[in-house]
């Protein structure tokens, strides 16, 4: 389906029609149509990583979330300290489904708020003697914890706290690592600083501290797949079916150990581009271990990241690529004759944070549906640039796009699914348009390899084509008659 250029562009006009002069301009930059010019322009218009405007519900987070919540988070075998007041702890509290084996509170942390639960005291005498006696408690009430993180949250660096000599004095003392991270909410403009900073704690504090007893010519790194809803593991059986080894999964279901070792791969590869480039760009530099890109959502882009990630090791690894491939497509072609004439042409906005909103497309073109806008919260350029070639001509892409946008302009394309976050879904329920939780998959999953294409292919279909729809106003109707959405 060919997508209005001219309609397209229009149309965004008149959703930005509605603010004040100043913020006009401003937003007006945070979005671009697809035109053949921007798909090979390589630096388009599009504004990004900067700063949200004040007062306008941005989706975004903070670089806490980035680093606590995305990168460290899923490190289950270490404690994770929610180093300030209660709430950030509180709040992203099992909330992120990175699953890991083991057992919660014995070797796994995961699921667990630890926090040094400042008071009024904290702020004003300062929290690294309180942090010191929790670092003990850690180890008291957790023997098997091999690790602790401390997770800034934003008062931290406000009040002058020392958290890295505590943690280099501590670690001494208790003899494990413990790693500070500087990860404070005020930093930056969204998740992504807290990613970086997240990297380079792994970088400074962990990488290249332990030894692997045997390596081998097929060893890899899995670099920035987070588990959702077993997405790795999902992932990790494809690779080791092919015949590689994959010796440490960044950072879902990932071990301290995993994080030490991973310099000792053949070659790494990343799935999140955008939460943890900075340390495979690290890793071949200082160790030489090339990296490169894949996509796993959908069978085309399995099939095709498949190809390409055997293409890197010998006959062998091709020969059992290939097998692989023939013996999945059967299964694969069935899901599609199946759901994809339930799903074909169906229109799709995509709003999620730095990959998935242009990683999913493959899945969804596979099953015949149109992704007619996608959007990131804290994508950079280099995201755009891969976007833009990946979308349809007539794409609205947007960055940062806020609450009110994003709602006009579902009604306004008239969309048939929405794919976005927890913030966003029942906002769309009530106006009637089905929707997908695009970060949580829902509670379901996985979505990532053949296993995760099953699902994702059911969980389409079951939304949009949920008899539920049929039994609320229609959302033009009562968007027409300004009937409460
Ligand atoms: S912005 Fe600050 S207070 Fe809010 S969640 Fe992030 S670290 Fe916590």
Known sequence: MGLNIEENKKLVEEVLEAYPKKAKKDREKHFQINTEEAQSCGTCALKSNIKSRPGVMTPRGCSYAGSKGVVWGPIKDMVHISHGPIGCGQYSWGTRRNYANG???????????????????????????????????????????????????????????????????????????????????????????????????????????????????????????????????????????????????????????????????????????????????????????????????????????????????????????????????????????KYRPRLESKKVLLMIGGLRSRHTIGAYEDLGMDIVASGYEFAHKDDYEKTFPMMKEGTIIMDDPTAYELEELAQKLNVDLVGSGVKEKYVYHKMGVPFRQMHSWDYSGPYHGFDGFKVFAKDMDMTVNSPVWNLISKKEKAHKEGAGV
């Open 103 to 337: 057992t919660l509170g014995i070797d796994n942390f995961t699921a667990m708020q630890i926090t040094s639960d400042f008071q009024e005291t904290d702020i004003v005498f300062g929290g690294d003697k309180k942090l010191e006696v929790i670092m003990r408690e850690i180890t008291e009430m957790f023997p098997l914890a091999k690790g602790i993180s401390v997770q800034s949250e934003c008062p931290v660096g406000l009040i002058g706290d020392d958290i890295e000599a505590v943690s280099k004095k501590m670690a001494k003392e208790l003899e494990m690592p413990i790693v500070p991270v500087r990860c404070e909410g005020f930093r930056g403009v969204s998740q992504s600083l807290g990613h970086h900073i997240a990297n380079d704690a792994i970088r400074d504090f962990v990488l290249g501290k332990a030894e692997l007893a045997e390596t081998g010519p097929y060893d890899v790194n899995i670099i920035g797949d987070y588990n959702i809803g077993g997405d790795a593991w999902a992932s990790r059986i494809l690779l080791e079916e092919m015949g590689l080894r994959v010796i440490a999964q960044w950072s879902g279901d990932g071990t301290l150990n995993e994080l030490e070792i991973a310099h000792k791969a053949k070659l790494n590869l990343i799935h999140c581009h955008r939460s943890m480039n900075y340390m495979v760009e690290h890793m071949e530099k200082a160790y030489d271990i090339p990296w490169m890109e894949y996509n796993f959502f959908g069978p085309s882009k399995t099939y095709e990241s498949l190809r390409a990630i055997a293409a890197r090791f010998d006959d062998t690894i091709q020969e059992n690529c290939e097998k692989m491939i023939a013996r999945h497509k059967p299964s694969m072609d069935a899901i599609i004759n």
